[in-house]
């Protein structure tokens, strides 16, 4: 009989667990999130909105997630993970779905901040949380693979929603994707995540006799406490650091407005956005190998200094169409760091032991920064006439980032780490 405990014996569910995340990064970060910006042309053409009006909903979204972001952090240990997921991502569904039959932009409005509360309940803690909780060997990699799969849906769910919306009209291929993210990703959230291995019976894979032991008890984990966590000084380098890391980011949403500022056509820009998601998803399982093998800091420090040289390459190579999509792909590293770069980080300096609430607070810097971040390059831009002032500015705060991530590793001897 292929039962449960069958399953046990021949594989750990630690993988079940990875896999789950990969459907949930793809289906939900992916479609949901990844691809909500192929809607805004057909909408504002209907509608007769500004593109910046309409894009206002999603600053929204990233200001209630901020907002919610403590909550995650305290009741993802608490409730039934399961429930609690599977209710927030069926309210950000059905906000998606509802979006076929908006009309005015505040209702765009209220729905980004409906999907903001309960987004932080799905979009990004979850996954790493779970992959932390479930892998005590291996982890870099099962979460650079698993967060790969946003990058992934993103170049196939693309030109899908966009040959739909041709096809169908944006009303019906609202419907169309939130009925596939759904599809996608509740089996998962309904059936097989748990919390952690404890509440299982099981332990996390590679977990070892003699090394740490995962209980139901988070008291028993390795780490530094949250309320000692949040007052230290490698703390605050480190919120700060996922701030800037963000930054760069921002980048992304640019490239095509760039292309055309340097005389490209519109096929190229779309191009090196193409390239930023192949960059994406292979720095997203690169950062993740190399930090099981070398360490999270060193392969850190090489991901933000690589991002600086792409900010100063995109000055001088404007005139190199191969230059730009090699550079464009090198940009994809600092999704890679966000994703996957920023929890191992975490990890390495406060443990295990209050995990969950202490990467919750440090997410919070990042998401303040993507909130602005796009918009500040845009304001930029539309007072210089070009890209460069931007680009220089990337560079700063990836040098900035570079002395933030070092004097956050040098205060790690001053923490207390109990368990």
């Not at 909408?43 to 909903?57: A, D, M, R, T």
């Not at 019976?201 to 988070?218: D, Q």
């Not at 993740?288 to 900010?311: E, Y």
């Not at 500015?393 to 368990?419: D, P, Q, S, Y």
Request: glycine fraction near 10%; aromatic fraction near 14%.
């Amino acid at each position: 009989m292929f039962t449960l405990s069958r399953i046990k014996n021949r594989f750990h569910y630690a993988w079940l667990i990875m896999v789950g995340c990969c459907f949930l990064q793809a289906g939900a970060a992916g479609i949901l999130l990844g691809c909500a910006g192929v809607f805004v042309p057909p909408i504002c053409s209907e509608l007769g909105f500004g593109v910046g009006q309409l894009s206002v909903y999603f600053t929204i979204f990233q200001i209630t997630t901020i907002i919610s972001m403590p909550f995650v952090g305290k009741l993802l240990p608490k409730l039934n993970i399961r429930i609690l997921m599977s209710i927030c991502f069926l309210i950000c569904t059905g906000c998606v779905a509802l979006m076929s039959q908006f009309t005015a932009l505040w209702q765009w409005y209220i729905a980004g901040a409906v999907m903001g509360l309960a987004g932080a309940f799905v979009f990004l803690v979850p996954a790493t949380v779970l992959i932390n909780n479930w892998f005590q060997k291996h982890t870099g990699f099962a979460l650079g693979f698993a967060m790969a799969f946003s990058g992934v849906s993103g170049i196939f769910f693309n030109p899908l929603e966009a040959y739909f919306i041709t096809t169908f009209g944006w009303r019906t291929t609202y419907l169309i994707m939130a009925g596939i993210s759904t599809l996608m990703v509740l089996p998962f959230t309904l059936f097989v995540f748990r919390f952690k291995p404890g509440d299982m019976g099981l332990k996390p894979y590679g977990y070892k006799e003699n090394g740490t032991e995962t209980s139901t008890a988070t008291s028993s984990l390795p780490g530094v406490p949250a309320d000692k966590a949040i007052k230290s000084f490698s703390f605050v380098m480190m919120f700060l650091l996922a701030g800037f890391i963000a930054f760069p980011c921002g980048f992304n949403q640019h490239m095509p407005t760039f292309a055309s500022s340097i005389g490209k056509t519109p096929a190229f820009g779309a191009l090196l956005v193409s390239a930023i998601m192949i960059g994406n998803i292979v720095s997203k399982l690169v950062i993740g190998w190399l930090a099981d093998k070398i360490g999270i800091f060193k392969v850190a420090l090489l991901c933000i200094i690589t991002a600086a040289a792409v900010c100063l390459g995109l000055i001088g190579s404007q005139n190199s169409a191969t230059m730009l999509l090699v550079l464009c792909v090198l940009l994809g590293i600092t999704n890679g760091m966000t994703a996957v770069g920023i929890p191992l980080l975490v990890r390495s300096l406060f443990g295990n032991k209050d995990y969950t609430a202490i990467y919750t607070y440090i997410s919070m810097g990042l998401f303040l920064v993507n909130a602005f971040g796009v918009t500040i390059i845009g304001f930029i831009y539309d007072s210089t006439g070009n890209y460069n002032p931007t680009f220089i500015l990337g560079t700063v705060v990836c040098i900035i980032a570079i002395l933030l991530l070092i004097l956050a590793f040098a205060g790690k001897k001053r923490l207390a780490w109990e368990g």
